[in-house]
Protein backbone atom coordinates (compact mmCIF):
# COMPACT_ATOMS: atom_id res chain seq x y z
CA UNK A 1 0.00 0.00 0.00
CA UNK A 2 1.27 3.85 -0.76
CA UNK A 3 2.36 6.00 2.07
CA UNK A 4 -0.02 8.96 0.40
CA UNK A 5 -2.97 7.50 -2.11
CA UNK A 6 -5.09 10.33 -4.37
CA UNK A 7 -7.52 9.20 -6.76
CA UNK A 8 -5.40 9.92 -10.01
CA UNK A 9 -8.94 11.52 -11.76
CA UNK A 10 -8.67 13.66 -14.62
CA UNK A 11 -11.42 15.26 -13.04
CA UNK A 12 -13.27 17.20 -15.99
CA UNK A 13 -15.00 20.14 -14.86
CA UNK A 14 -16.98 23.21 -16.24
CA UNK A 15 -15.76 26.54 -15.24
CA UNK A 16 -17.09 28.03 -12.07
CA UNK A 17 -17.96 24.45 -10.73
CA UNK A 18 -16.69 23.31 -7.54
CA UNK A 19 -14.53 20.08 -7.03
CA UNK A 20 -13.18 18.13 -4.37
CA UNK A 21 -9.99 16.46 -3.77
CA UNK A 22 -9.43 13.18 -1.29
CA UNK A 23 -6.02 11.79 -0.33
CA UNK A 24 -5.12 9.48 2.54
CA UNK A 25 -2.22 8.75 4.41
CA UNK A 26 -1.61 5.39 5.83
CA UNK A 27 1.04 6.71 8.70
CA UNK A 28 -0.26 7.88 11.32
CA UNK A 29 2.86 9.42 12.88
CA UNK A 30 2.92 11.59 9.73
CA UNK A 31 3.72 15.20 11.07
CA UNK A 32 2.93 18.10 8.33
CA UNK A 33 0.82 18.09 5.59
CA UNK A 34 0.63 20.11 2.24
CA UNK A 35 -1.03 20.17 -1.29
CA UNK A 36 1.39 21.10 -3.96
CA UNK A 37 0.78 22.37 -7.51
CA UNK A 38 2.10 20.91 -10.79
CA UNK A 39 1.27 22.46 -14.23
CA UNK A 40 2.39 20.35 -17.12
CA UNK A 41 6.06 19.81 -17.64
CA UNK A 42 6.44 22.32 -14.94
CA UNK A 43 8.03 21.52 -11.25
CA UNK A 44 5.75 21.37 -8.41
CA UNK A 45 4.96 24.28 -6.45
CA UNK A 46 3.25 25.11 -3.33
CA UNK A 47 -0.35 25.41 -3.16
CA UNK A 48 -0.83 25.34 1.19
CA UNK A 49 -0.19 24.17 3.83
CA UNK A 50 -3.11 22.07 5.24
CA UNK A 51 -4.09 22.51 9.44
CA UNK A 52 -6.24 20.38 11.86
CA UNK A 53 -8.43 23.61 12.36
CA UNK A 54 -8.68 23.84 8.51
CA UNK A 55 -7.65 26.71 6.04
CA UNK A 56 -8.75 29.05 3.82
CA UNK A 57 -6.91 30.95 0.77
CA UNK A 58 -9.10 32.62 -1.36
CA UNK A 59 -11.14 29.65 -3.52
CA UNK A 60 -9.29 26.91 -1.75
CA UNK A 61 -9.94 25.17 1.45
CA UNK A 62 -7.77 22.73 2.69
CA UNK A 63 -8.77 20.38 5.99
CA UNK A 64 -7.25 17.42 7.83
CA UNK A 65 -8.84 14.49 9.66
CA UNK A 66 -5.83 13.22 11.80
CA UNK A 67 -8.25 10.29 13.46
CA UNK A 68 -9.37 9.36 9.57
CA UNK A 69 -5.67 9.81 8.83
CA UNK A 70 -7.53 12.24 5.38
CA UNK A 71 -6.66 15.74 3.45
CA UNK A 72 -8.66 17.27 1.44
CA UNK A 73 -8.55 20.14 -0.81
CA UNK A 74 -11.80 22.00 -1.99
CA UNK A 75 -11.63 24.69 -4.81
CA UNK A 76 -14.79 26.65 -5.51
CA UNK A 77 -15.51 28.68 -8.69
CA UNK A 78 -12.96 26.75 -10.68
CA UNK A 79 -10.98 28.84 -13.41
CA UNK A 80 -9.41 27.52 -16.41
CA UNK A 81 -5.81 28.83 -15.03
CA UNK A 82 -6.60 26.11 -12.27
CA UNK A 83 -6.23 23.35 -14.62
CA UNK A 84 -3.23 20.95 -13.03
CA UNK A 85 -2.47 18.07 -11.19
CA UNK A 86 -2.82 18.67 -7.77
CA UNK A 87 -0.35 16.60 -5.06
CA UNK A 88 -0.82 15.65 -1.82
CA UNK A 89 2.22 15.80 0.70
CA UNK A 90 2.98 14.23 4.24
CA UNK A 91 6.18 14.59 5.80
CA UNK A 92 6.85 12.16 8.61
CA UNK A 93 8.56 13.28 12.09
CA UNK A 94 12.57 13.40 12.53
CA UNK A 95 12.70 12.97 8.83
CA UNK A 96 13.58 16.93 8.39
CA UNK A 97 12.29 18.11 5.21
CA UNK A 98 11.92 14.97 3.21
CA UNK A 99 8.28 15.45 1.31
CA UNK A 100 6.29 11.99 0.76
CA UNK A 101 4.14 12.76 -2.40
CA UNK A 102 1.19 10.94 -3.53
CA UNK A 103 0.54 10.62 -7.37
CA UNK A 104 -1.83 13.04 -7.94
CA UNK A 105 -5.23 14.44 -9.02
CA UNK A 106 -5.11 15.43 -12.51
CA UNK A 107 -7.84 18.52 -12.75
CA UNK A 108 -9.03 19.97 -16.30
CA UNK A 109 -11.30 22.99 -16.04
CA UNK A 110 -13.23 23.71 -19.38
CA UNK A 111 -14.88 26.50 -20.74
CA UNK B 1 15.54 36.35 -6.65
CA UNK B 2 17.11 33.70 -8.82
CA UNK B 3 15.12 30.37 -8.75
CA UNK B 4 16.38 27.05 -8.83
CA UNK B 5 18.71 25.92 -11.70
CA UNK B 6 18.79 22.44 -13.62
CA UNK B 7 20.91 21.79 -16.71
CA UNK B 8 20.84 19.96 -19.05
CA UNK B 9 17.03 19.97 -19.12
CA UNK B 10 16.45 17.59 -21.65
CA UNK B 11 18.96 14.26 -21.76
CA UNK B 12 18.28 11.25 -24.42
CA UNK B 13 20.91 8.08 -23.60
CA UNK B 14 20.96 4.48 -24.40
CA UNK B 15 21.17 2.13 -21.75
CA UNK B 16 24.16 1.30 -20.07
CA UNK B 17 25.35 4.83 -20.91
CA UNK B 18 26.09 7.15 -18.12
CA UNK B 19 24.89 10.61 -17.51
CA UNK B 20 25.13 13.58 -15.31
CA UNK B 21 22.63 16.25 -14.08
CA UNK B 22 23.62 19.52 -12.56
CA UNK B 23 21.47 21.74 -9.69
CA UNK B 24 22.51 25.64 -8.59
CA UNK B 25 20.17 26.09 -6.08
CA UNK B 26 18.35 29.52 -4.79
CA UNK B 27 21.36 31.55 -3.11
CA UNK B 28 21.52 30.77 0.73
CA UNK B 29 19.51 27.69 1.12
CA UNK B 30 21.55 25.26 2.67
CA UNK B 31 19.23 22.40 2.04
CA UNK B 32 19.50 20.54 -1.08
CA UNK B 33 17.07 17.70 -2.72
CA UNK B 34 16.79 15.50 -5.40
CA UNK B 35 14.00 13.82 -6.40
CA UNK B 36 12.88 11.43 -9.25
CA UNK B 37 9.68 11.87 -10.96
CA UNK B 38 8.70 8.62 -12.87
CA UNK B 39 5.55 9.60 -15.53
CA UNK B 40 1.92 9.31 -13.53
CA UNK B 41 3.92 9.68 -10.14
CA UNK B 42 4.59 11.80 -7.93
CA UNK B 43 8.16 12.98 -6.97
CA UNK B 44 10.29 10.97 -4.88
CA UNK B 45 13.17 11.65 -2.39
CA UNK B 46 16.60 10.35 -3.68
CA UNK B 47 18.86 12.32 -1.44
CA UNK B 48 19.04 15.40 0.74
CA UNK B 49 21.56 17.62 1.83
CA UNK B 50 22.30 19.71 4.18
CA UNK B 51 25.36 22.35 3.04
CA UNK B 52 27.89 19.78 1.96
CA UNK B 53 26.33 16.69 4.08
CA UNK B 54 24.07 14.02 3.19
CA UNK B 55 20.78 14.20 5.37
CA UNK B 56 19.30 11.22 3.65
CA UNK B 57 19.82 9.00 1.04
CA UNK B 58 17.78 5.96 1.87
CA UNK B 59 16.13 5.29 -1.48
CA UNK B 60 18.60 6.24 -3.63
CA UNK B 61 19.81 3.01 -6.08
CA UNK B 62 23.95 3.40 -4.11
CA UNK B 63 24.89 1.09 -6.87
CA UNK B 64 23.77 3.28 -9.65
CA UNK B 65 23.55 6.49 -8.78
CA UNK B 66 25.77 9.29 -6.91
CA UNK B 67 25.45 12.75 -5.70
CA UNK B 68 27.92 14.88 -4.13
CA UNK B 69 27.76 19.25 -2.92
CA UNK B 70 31.46 19.62 -2.59
CA UNK B 71 31.30 23.29 -1.53
CA UNK B 72 27.95 23.01 -0.10
CA UNK B 73 26.45 25.14 -2.94
CA UNK B 74 25.54 23.48 -6.57
CA UNK B 75 25.08 19.71 -6.68
CA UNK B 76 25.61 17.06 -9.47
CA UNK B 77 23.85 13.65 -9.52
CA UNK B 78 25.08 10.95 -11.88
CA UNK B 79 23.91 7.69 -13.19
CA UNK B 80 26.35 4.55 -14.27
CA UNK B 81 24.94 2.57 -15.74
CA UNK B 82 21.57 3.64 -17.29
CA UNK B 83 18.63 1.61 -17.14
CA UNK B 84 15.68 1.73 -18.93
CA UNK B 85 13.70 1.89 -15.69
CA UNK B 86 15.90 5.48 -14.85
CA UNK B 87 13.65 7.22 -17.86
CA UNK B 88 12.18 10.25 -15.78
CA UNK B 89 12.17 13.70 -14.42
CA UNK B 90 14.94 14.55 -11.96
CA UNK B 91 14.13 17.43 -9.95
CA UNK B 92 16.68 19.31 -7.70
CA UNK B 93 14.50 21.42 -5.13
CA UNK B 94 16.19 23.95 -2.09
CA UNK B 95 15.05 25.48 0.58
CA UNK B 96 16.41 28.00 3.75
CA UNK B 97 16.73 24.93 6.14
CA UNK B 98 15.42 21.09 6.82
CA UNK B 99 12.52 21.14 8.75
CA UNK B 100 9.07 20.07 6.89
CA UNK B 101 7.58 24.34 6.93
CA UNK B 102 10.65 25.14 5.09
CA UNK B 103 9.79 25.54 1.62
CA UNK B 104 11.01 23.52 -0.72
CA UNK B 105 11.53 25.22 -4.14
CA UNK B 106 12.10 23.32 -7.31
CA UNK B 107 13.78 23.76 -10.35
CA UNK B 108 12.35 23.03 -13.52
CA UNK B 109 13.82 19.41 -13.88
CA UNK B 110 16.15 17.28 -16.30
CA UNK B 111 13.51 14.92 -18.44
CA UNK B 112 15.91 11.94 -18.86
CA UNK B 113 14.81 9.53 -21.84
CA UNK B 114 16.94 5.56 -21.40
CA UNK B 115 16.46 3.83 -24.70
Known amino acids: RKEVEQDPGPFNVPEGATVAFNCTYS??????FFWYRQDCRKEPKLLMS???SGNEDGRFTAQLNRASQYISLLIRDSKLSDSATYLC????????????FGQGTELSVKP | EAGVAQSPRYKIIEKRQSVAFWCNPI?????LYWYQQILGQGPKLLIQ????????DSQLPKDRFSAERLKGVDSTLKIQPAKLEDSAVYLC?????????????FGPGTRLTVL
Open chain 2, 49 to 56: FQNNGVVD
Open chain 2, 27 to 31: SGHAT
Open chain 1, 27 to 32: NSASQS
Open chain 2, 93 to 105: ASSVGQGPFNEQF
Open chain 1, 50 to 52: VYS
Open chain 1, 89 to 100: VVTRPNQGGKLI
